[in-house]
């Protein structure tokens, strides 16, 4: 791969997205992070010094997509990359969740992929190799109560994943997801909260809710995923596709 390729991250604006696109960045990467709020994203290109081109996106949206790539390709030249880090979750019974959940997390979660990967691949078949890379969760493979519909849209997403690698096999186009468990985010820093302000736990006993599951006793840092990006993004990696690289600890092996 060229060493100035461009790499587009969606979610790139906070958590696991922000430090893969800072981990890509450093290493002389062109790349584009697209998120909804204009102003996360300009946020993180300043602290990036400037590195990152920010661009507004709601994934779930295909027009909305379909204008982004288009502005991000002009300025950059055609994704060799593509990162799919945007995704949302919610908690509740599985008796107590709506529709709107379920057609909210797989806009989002499983569209947005969809949309996005439609937009990178015509031009990406035209460059030596490429790289699409979902990032999914050990919800991907393993059920977890009160977020069935996130698990499932995970499941969907890692099901994507594994039949585009085995239609574009025969290309220089590799497709794998990244399967982080509980990761030290805004998400997980939201939940402890959450478990506090309804069950009266402490902070640490609502914290073992997340680090207990990590045989390890503790959550991934988004920093250990983005290193695992960066590995699949090397030609070290060219024979890697349609698998599911579990970053969990040991919770699933």
């Not at 946020?43 to 920010?54: D, T, Y």
């Not at 699409?132 to 499941?155: M, P, R, W």
């Not at 069950?199 to 006793?217: H, K, Y």
Request: hydrophobic fraction near 45%.
């Amino acid at each position: 791969m060229s060493d100035r390729r461009h790499v587009i991250v969606t979610g790139g604006g906070s958590g696991i997205g922000l430090a893969i696109a800072r981990a890509l960045a450093a290493t002389g990467d062109k790349v584009t992070i697209m998120g909804r709020a204009l102003d996360r994203l300009e946020r993180a290109s300043r602290e990036c010094g400037n590195a990152l081109l920010p661009v507004a996106c709601d994934v779930g949206d295909e027009t909305a997509v379909g204008n982004a790539f288009a502005d991000a390709l002009t300025r950059n030249g055609p994704a060799s990359m593509l990162v799919n880090a945007a995704g949302i979750v919610r908690t509740a019974p599985f008796a107590k969740t709506g529709d709107d959940v379920w057609n909210a997390l797989w806009r989002t979660n499983v569209l947005g992929a969809v949309h996005a990967c439609r937009q990178v691949l015509p031009g990406m078949r035209s460059l030596k190799s490429g790289r699409i890379i979902n990032i999914a969760s050990t919800a991907s493979l393993k059920g977890y109560a009160y977020v069935s519909a996130y698990a499932a849209t995970k499941h969907a997403l890692l099901g994507m994943t594994r039949s585009l690698a085995l239609e574009l096999a025969n290309t220089p186009i590799t497709v794998n997801a990244v399967c982080p468990g509980y990761t030290e985010t805004d998400i997980i820093r939201d939940a402890v909260g959450d478990i506090i302000a309804k069950t009266g736990r402490s902070e640490a006993e609502a914290m073992a809710t997340f680090t207990g599951a990590n045989p390890q006793g503790r959550l991934i840092t988004p920093e250990e995923v983005a290193e695992t990006i960066l590995w699949l993004a090397s030609d070290a990696a060219r024979s890697m596709t349609g698998q599911a690289i579990v970053v969990a600890g040991g919770e699933i092996m």
